[in-house]
């Protein structure tokens, strides 16, 4: 992929946040009402996009690997999954006041922890106190202490606490891993920057076991592979990078956590966190539930406790990532033309026919190789417009082909293939169309 012309743009950030209102890839939820507090809604571009980014995922730790097995696990959980896996107690953040405006920051981002960014006052705040991010509720019709349940921060606990029904029906032995997709809720003092910090978010996680005597292979090979499905997908490699941790900044029982960083219009953001996590989470829960959370190896009869590795991705700020690496602005015969160079397994269609034509002649024929390459791919059609204008749209959808269905098609039984990055057009036989776009796309 050509590495885009607008790398540190100022307004990037801005051409996004519009282009995905214009287009229908992200809208602000309940904006009929003034919108709601950085949530979002996904359109019906966004949401192929965002899919395509998890199958993308699923497709490479799940599908092509022969060791790792996904699950579902349920978002609403007891109180005692978050005591053991010490989210009840630790997972605060340090919320700070202005006595002045009343703003409210998270202290550890502030750049300078004694003045307001808000309103300029200079030792305005209050003391910092922990403010936990789970998001509480209740399960069933009474609000008792009995019934606190919350909504899950994270989908990492949901591996741990089926270990052994995964284990005993899976078939797996340590090396092996269990991976989940699904949305996690963390109550942020400041989400913000579009949907890169949101209160309700998608994640991609693994949970990998290994016996803890090859944990420091595993890691090492899981940050590599991590690196390399953003550089597969069409991250440029000047906007990537592996950020150790510095020894101050691991957790307790992390032995090692790399963070898979992009550059964002703002400087460099997480997408994805790699952690060498020990035997933590296993023994926390094996402790808690009195489940023995081992593994036994007939082979060597030996019992033991496997480490584990976890690349923890987040999958809406993932797509974002995508978004802002595959945005181009060009100048095409006096035009800007904006085209999104995105992937074509990210792409939200493959394909967008058009017949060059309203006329019923054209229309019937070219619904007909709708027809054909629907089952196959994911495909737009759009009859409204002069055609000029409609490439340009696909363009803005990232959609890598147009297949245009004109007078001379109904004589030659071709169509003219337009390639969104070249803007190239090719003559293609109708009966080779699917086999064409197929070779090309891979
Ligand atoms: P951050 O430091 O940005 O708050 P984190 O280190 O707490 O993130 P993890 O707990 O490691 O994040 O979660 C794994 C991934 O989930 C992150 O790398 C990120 O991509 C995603 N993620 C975490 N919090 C959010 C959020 N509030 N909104 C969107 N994505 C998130």
Redesign the pocket.
Known sequence: MPESSVPNDPSLMEKIVNLSKRRGFVFPSAEIYGGFRSTYDYGPIGVQLLRNVKDAWWRSMVQMRDDVVGIDAAILSPPAIWEASGHLENFTDPLVDCRQCRERFREDQLVDPSTCPNCGGAGTFTEARQFNLMFKTHAGPVESDAAVAYLRP?TAQGMFVNFSNVLQTSRKKPPFGIAQIGKSF?N?IT?GNF?????E?E?MELEFFVPPEDADQWYAYWCAERYRWYIDLGIPESKLRMRPHDPDELSHYSSGTSDVEFLFPWGWG????VANRGDYDLTQHSNRSGEKLEYFDQATNTRYRPHVIEP???A???MMAFLLAAYDEEEVRGETRTVLRLHPRLAPYKVAVLPLSKKDELVGPAREVLGMLQPHLMCDYDETQAIGRRYRRQDELGTPFCVTFDFDSLDDGAVTVRDRDSMEQERVAIDDLLNHLVTRMN
């Open positions: 994270e963390r942020e989400p949907v890169f910090r949101t209160r978010f994640q997480e997408l994805e966190g923890a991705a987040g809406t700020r993932t």
